[in-house]
């Protein structure tokens, strides 16, 4: 497809359990990024992929937090023994550097809900 | 002092009007600024991206920016019912230029149009 896609779209999990969410970026976009949307805490970032630059973990909220691009395609964002508060709306955008405007675009998300 | 700050909702307008938006930012370094709307349970879609002190306008909406007194706003003319969502304001938070960069959001105004 076009646009940045992500699976699941929806995940239900139990405390404590591992999850792993993926999000393919536009064809051809070098850069890619994760927020989290939950009620209360607005739109915030957790990490950014650009190229082969080292990733911007400046976001993530703990350890339990964690991603990776392969291939400088694909991401996978993977939250361990997850915790109630982790239930938000993840989204992923990705967007072409190199060229000044930088717009991002973003994906559907994956709302995760942890029981 | 929050990074990216937008005037509390929800706003009511008539149909027909004129819907003002507002968003101050903390970050002297920033060099973009976008407007992204979003609909309930929707992810954000841009609407509009702005990089220069001045107005720039796209059909019925018009962006502005003071980088003088860090705010920009969004002007939304002959607003519809159709408009009515949240609309969010973020600014790209880079160094270097022309290089990718997170961005920080507002909390949102929730714009509700009625006929």
């Known amino acids: 497809g076009a646009g940045v896609s992500q699976s699941p779209s929806n995940k239900v999990t139990e405390k404590g359990k591992d999850v792993e969410l993926r999000c393919d970026p536009i064809s051809g976009h070098t850069a890619l990024y994760w927020y989290r949307q939950s009620l209360g805490q607005g739109l915030e970032f957790l990490i950014y992929f650009q190229g082969n630059s080292a990733p911007d973990k400046s976001g993530l909220p703990s350890d339990r937090f964690s991603a990776e691009r392969t291939g400088g395609s694909v991401s996978t964002l993977t939250i361990q023994r997850t915790q109630q508060e982790d239930s938000a709306v993840y989204l992923c955008a990705s967007s072409n550097t190199g060229i000044a405007k930088n717009i991002q675009y973003f994906g559907a998300g994956t709302r995760l809900s942890v029981l | ?115």
């Open chain 2, 1 to 115: 002092q929050k990074e990216v700050e937008q005037n509390s909702g929800p706003l009511s307008v008539p149909e027909g009007a004129i819907a003002s938006l507002n968003c101050t930012y903390s970050d002297r370094v920033s060099q973009s600024f976008f407007w992204y709307r979003q609909y309930s349970g929707k992810s954000p879609e841009l609407i509009m991206s702005i990089y220069s002190n001045g107005d720039k306008e796209d059909g019925r909406f018009t962006a502005q920016l003071n980088k003088a007194s860090q705010y920009v706003s969004l002007l939304i003319r002959d607003s519809q019912p159709s408009d009515s969502a949240t609309y969010l304001c973020a600014v790209r938070v880079a160094r270097i230029y022309n290089q990718g960069g997170k961005l920080i959001f507002g909390q949102g105004t929730e714009l509700s149009v009625k006929p």
